[in-house]
C-alpha cells in the first residue's frame, strides 16, 4: 500500500496545483472574437440561416467547430441533436462541460441562444433581401460560444454545463421544445436556464445592462445582480407588456421543467428597429456594449455553477 500512496501523492499534489493554476487563470472575451462570430454568422454567404438551408448548414457546422476547438465535448453522440420541421432536417447544436464536483456535476445549468433566423425576406431595401439575423441571434449565439470558451478553459465548474444552440426558433420555438421535452424525457437533473437574445445594442435610459425576460417569476435577477457584484439585469415594462418570457427558447424549459429558465436580452424593440429586417446588420451592433455585458453576465454563470445548494429558485 506505501508504494501507491506514494505514488499517489506526488500525482494529487500536481493535480491540486493545476486546478490552482485554473482557478487563478484570468480569462477575457474581447470584442474582436465576438465581432469576428457574429460578422460570419450574419454574412451573406449564410443567407439569414433559415431552417433548413444550406445557411444553417454552415452555420451548425462553424459553431461545432468552434466548440471543438475550445474542447467542449458533444452532449449526445455528435454535437447535434436532430428533429424534422415540416420534413425539413433541423437540429440544435449542443455542447457539454461536465462538472468537477463529484456529486454536483450531476446537476446541469443550461445556457442557450438559437442561431436560426428568417432567412429571405419580403422586405427588399436597396436591392437586399436577405435578413441577416446580427442582433436576432448571431449576437446571442456568439454570447454561447465565448461563455463556452471561458469554461472550457477555466475548468471549475462543480455542476455541469450545456451549451446549446437552438433551430428553428423563428418557426415557433421548435428546437428548444423538441430537447427541453426529450431531456425531461431523460431525467435531465437541470437546476436552471439562462438563454441570450438580441444582446447586440445598449438601452440608453436604463440603470441596468440588461433585462431579464419573467423578471418575477423567479428570484434570478436579483441572484444575477448578487453573485457580478453589479446591477446588471433589471426588469422590462415592454417586455412585459409582450409578454416576451413565452417568446423565446427559455419557455420551453420553464414549461418542461417548471423551474427558474429565463432570457436575458439588451433590446425589447423599443431601442432598434431592424427586428426581422435585412437591414440587421453585423455593422450595426455595438460589440463594446455586447463584450462588457458577457464579461460581467460570466461571474453570476460561474457562481450559479458552484454554489453548495440551488439558490434560484421559482417565487411562491
Known amino acids: ?10 500525482l494529487l499534489f500536481v493535480g491540486c496545483k493545476s486546478a490552482e493554476k485554473n482557478a487563478s487563470k484570468t480569462i477575457t472575451i474581447t470584442s474582436e472574437e465576438v465581432k469576428n462570430m457574429v460578422s460570419y454568422l450574419a454574412s451573406d454567404e449564410l443567407n439569414g440561416r433559415d431552417t433548413g438551408t444550406s445557411g444553417i448548414e454552415k452555420a451548425a457546422l462553424f459553431i461545432e467547430k468552434e466548440l471543438e476547438s475550445y474542447n467542449v465535448k458533444p452532449y449526445f453522440e455528435t454535437y447535434r441533436d436532430s428533429f424534422k420541421v ?23 445549468v443550461v445556457i442557450g441562444a438559437h442561431y436560426d433566423h428568417i432567412g ?14 446580427a442582433n436576432d441571434n448571431a449576437a446571442g449565439t456568439s454570447s454561447v460560444l465565448a461563455m463556452a470558451k471561458y469554461f472550457a478553459a477555466k475548468k471549475n ?19 428548444s421544445d423538441h430537447l427541453a421535452k426529450k431531456l425531461k424525457a431523460e431525467n435531465f437533473n ?12 445598449p438601452f440608453k435610459d436604463r440603470d441596468y445592462i440588461a433585462f431579464l425576460t419573467g423578471y418575477d417569476v423567479s428570484n434570478m435577477a436579483e441572484k444575477i445582480n448578487e453573485y457580478a457584484g453589479a446591477h446588471i439585469v433589471g426588469a ?43 437591414d440587421d446588420e453585423a455593422d450595426k451592433l455595438d460589440y463594446t456594449h455586447m463584450t462588457n455585458l458577457i464579461n460581467t453576465i460570466i461571474p453570476a454563470i460561474e457562481a450559479m455553477s458552484n454554489t453548495a445548494t440551488k439558490e434560484i429558485v421559482i417565487n411562491e
Do not use: W
Not at 500500500?1 to 506526488?10: A, D, V
Open 1 to 10: 500500500m506505501r508504494y501507491f500512496i506514494f505514488i499517489l501523492l506526488p
Open 86 to 108: 415540416k420534413g425539413m432536417n433541423a437540429y440544435n447544436v449542443v455542447g457539454y462541460i461536465e462538472g468537477v464536483d463529484p456529486k454536483l456535476k450531476d446537476e446541469f
Open 120 to 133: 429571405i425576406s419580403k422586405r427588399i431595401v436597396d436591392n437586399d433581401s436577405i435578413a441577416n439575423g
Open 157 to 175: 465548474n462543480k455542476r455541469s454545463l450545456l451549451f446549446v444552440l437552438f433551430s428553428a426558433e423563428e418557426k415557433g420555438l421548435l428546437g
Open 190 to 201: 437541470l437546476y436552471t436556464m439562462v438563454n441570450m437574445e438580441m444582446i447586440g445594442v
Open 236 to 278: 422590462s415594462d415592454v417586455a412585459k407588456k409582450y409578454n416576451l418570457f413565452r417568446q423565446s427558447d427559455n419557455y420551453a424549459f420553464y414549461k418542461a421543467f417548471n423551474l427558474p429558465c429565463h432570457t436575458i436580452s439588451s433590446c425589447d424593440l423599443s431601442n432598434y428597429d431592424y427586428y426581422h429586417h435585412v
